[in-house]
């Protein structure tokens, strides 16, 4: 049993440090420990070893590396392996100082000084002195400096970088997920080249530690060698100058290494393939460069005094590489012309298949050919941007994302004439001029202008088509004066705000519940569950509420709201009754008058009683209105005269009833009498002010 204890206790230590967090720790505190304690020769050539493989291995990984963020623990590794080398020069002094003269020093350290500078003292000095001036001067101050300018162009970035992200997501081009992946990449490529010119400060202060401790060690060394050991002063600078020597190269071939790895991370300024592939692209992409460089070289070499072979030979190296690049560009742009061919063959047949004739456009546009102008944007056509820019301002203001309007020409219609499709059918036309803008009266003009009279399409008010070159005559007499792209984007956005309801279906409504799920899934769970409410019953109330022009953009608030009601009521009608009463603060706001007051129409007490009694209620909670027809004709006649009066507020005709009978009143007059806004007394928030300017009657 106590074996067994012992074991499992073991096992337990084992397993503590077999983290990776714990493995970091010990080896930072080992890297401390080396400036402390003394080191037995074996164990210093191990670590020097390590050093120096670890800057290999780092230069290797800075070369496969795509892209800087695919090797952000950068910052972090160059930290490390400075405070390591700069550990083992502190380790390398002491065991120069203490065991030069008897033997106990590095083997590497005094390969490095008798086989690299081939024993000389002096040759050796400059070498080391070369690698510093290399490392401080040109590498790591361009590093340093590229990655400083690169963390101020990206921090000054972000701001737009955002904003085209929030707009391709609004627009619909993009998904939550890619949305968020991708601001996360922006503040990450900050984060590295902010460390990055952090850190390059630690590689140019181990170049000036290595200086300093070089010049130390040779006279520390030269006075240790006279004093202590009784040596002569060309004895004492043979020895100590020498492995002084061998540990600085030592040190400063790693940190050369590293800081070349460093500039080629931060350099890498595009492309998503390796450094490798990237450079023999690029410069295999200029055979012809290639060739005059082959043949400038031969005429290098025929030069009298010019030494022959080495010019003649890289002479043509350089012509063998114009033929290869020059044959890869051949097969490339062959293999992109098949590729291109097979894609209009594929393309045909898929033409010709029965299956791509069964789909449909959600949306779309088709225009006369005088009109392809306006919707060709190598024509400088503008209709295209302010159809991005109407889904962007729509997706802000009702909470859907509206399909990609295809636009396309269609011979049948008449030049000027122009249609909206909707899944396929025609449901709305309009008629332009080419070339002439509208003019609208706002109701204010007294000198009107001559023109061609005709409508504007979208809301049927009479307008005037004036040519172009009357426009600013046009806008001085007080009229509204519109472009032909401007009148199709308007009459579209008409379309779109009447039809919201049949563009959200059950695929888009569960893309907008899979993003407020990712913040409130309780939320969601609670309400679609097989207990209380499918993904279609959600989809008939926010189509009931886009019908009615009602924002679905506080979807937290329609899920709140139905998950109160859904344990007791299924029926969406009803259920879209009390999310109305939620939303009532964003109903009622675009309704309100200059000087925040709720103009409405009331119904007189009999109307009331009339619709009250003539409401028929089935047992899932619904209802429907059945009232006589000559009553019927009343009420219509009666709403019809008295939402007149709000043609001189400005403002849209609003019936306030009572709750039990909106929902069936609204179906009533929808029909007959559009455009008119039905809201119910307790969809009116407390503290908003109303005023009756009118009453219906019969």
């Known amino acids: 049993m106590a074996a067994a204890e012992i074991s499992l206790e073991d096992n337990t230590r084992l397993g503590f440090l077999r983290s990776p967090d714990v493995q970091l720790a010990i080896g930072i505190i080992g890297i401390i420990f080396t400036m402390i304690m003394p080191l037995p020769p074996l164990l210093l050539d191990l670590l020097l070893t390590i050093s120096i493989t670890a800057a290999f291995l780092v230069l290797m990984i800075s070369i496969y590396v795509k892209e800087p963020l695919e090797f952000s623990t950068f910052p972090t590794v160059l930290l490390i392996t400075t405070l390591f080398r700069l550990g083992l020069n502190v380790a390398t002094t002491r065991s120069i100082l203490l065991g030069a003269p008897t033997g106990g020093v590095s083997d590497v350290i005094a390969s490095f000084g008798n086989f690299v500078v081939g024993g000389n003292v002096a040759v050796g000095f400059v070498i080391f002195v070369i690698l510093v001036i290399i490392n401080f001067i040109v590498i790591t101050k361009g590093a340093g400096r590229v990655a400083e300018v690169g963390a101020r162009f990206t921090l000054d970035a972000m701001p737009g970088k955002q904003m085209a992200i929030d707009a391709e997501l609004n627009a619909g081009l993009i998904e939550r997920e890619e949305a968020k992946s991708r601001r996360i990449k922006i503040e990450r490529e900050s984060d590295f080249y902010g460390s990055m010119d952090g850190a390059s400060k630690f590689v140019r202060g181990d170049a000036i530690a290595g200086i300093i401790i070089t010049a130390i060690n040779i006279i520390v060394g030269l006075i240790v060698g006279v ?7 060309g004895e004492s600078a043979q020895l100590f100058t020498l492995l002084t020597v061998g540990d600085g190269l030592v040190s400063q071939i790693p ?9 080629i991370v931060v350099t890498r300024a595009g492309g998503n393939d390796k450094l490798s592939e990237n450079l023999s692209n690029q410069i295999g992409a200029y055979p012809k460069a290639l060739y005059l460089c082959s043949a400038l070289l031969a005429v290098l070499a025929i030069i009298p005094g010019l030494p022959f072979l080495p ?12 033929r290869l690049a020059d044959k890869r560009l051949s097969n490339k742009k062959q293999a992109v012309d098949e590729k291109e061919q097979k894609e209009i063959e594929e393309g045909d047949g898929a033409a010709d298949s029965v299956e791509n004739l069964l789909h449909l456009d959600t949306l779309a546009l088709e225009v006369g050919v005088g009109l392809i102008p306006l919707v060709d944007t190598e024509q400088d056509g503008e209709v295209l941007e302010r159809i991005i820019s109407a889904r962007k ?15 396309r020409d269609n011979v049948q219609l008449k030049p000027g004439e122009y249609q909206v499709l909707l899944k396929g059918n025609s449901i709305a036309k309009g008629a332009l001029m080419v070339d002439y803008s509208l003019a609208m009266d706002p109701g204010d003009v007294s000198d009107p202008i001559d023109g061609i009279p005709g409508k504007e399409p979208a809301y049927g008010l009479d307008a005037t088509w004036i040519k172009n070159s009357q426009k600013d005559e046009a806008a001085f007499r007080g009229y509204t004066v519109v472009n032909t792209a401007t009148v199709i984007v308007t009459h579209l956005t008409k379309i779109v705000d009447d039809h919201a309801a049949e563009l959200l279906g059950r695929q888009e409504a569960q893309s907008l519940i899979d993003g407020l799920k990712q913040e409130y899934p309780k939320v969601v769970e609670e309400v679609l569950s097989p207990d209380r409410l499918s993904l279609g019953d959600i989809v008939k109330v926010l189509q009931n509420l886009l019908a009615e022009k009602v924002s679905i953009r506080d979807l937290l608030t329609v899920f709140e709201t139905i998950g109160d009601y859904c344990k007791s009521i299924k029926n969406p009608d009803v259920l879209t009754r009390y999310v109305r009463k939620g939303l009532g ?4 706001g675009k309704y309100l008058s200059h000087d ?5 129409i009331t119904l007189d007490r009999a109307v009331e009683d009339l619709v009250v009694s003539g409401i028929q209620h089935r047992e899932d909670g619904s209802s429907t209105l059945q009232l006589e027809p000559e009553i019927a004709q009343q009420i219509l006649n009666s709403v019809a005269a008295v939402i007149d009066v709000f043609q001189t507020t400005g403002t849209t005709p609003i019936i306030l009833c009572g709750s039990l009978i909106r929902w069936d009143f609204r179906h009533l007059i929808a029909r007959f009498v559009p455009g008119v806004t039905v809201l119910a007394f307790d969809e009116i928030p407390q503290g908003v002010v109303t005023e009756s300017v009118g009453v219906v009657t019969i």
């Open 255 to 263: 940190a050369l290494i590293i800081s070349t790895a460093a500039g």
């Open 311 to 322: 010019f003649v030979v890289m002479s043509g190296a350089f012509f063998y590489f114009s």
């Open 585 to 588: 603060r964003g109903i009622i």
């Open 227 to 233: 004093v202590q050991y009784d040596m002569s002063f």
């Open 393 to 407: 301002q729509f997706a802000q203001e009702m909470g859907i994302i509206v399909p990609m309007v295809m636009v």
């Open 596 to 600: 925040e007051k709720l103009l409405v």
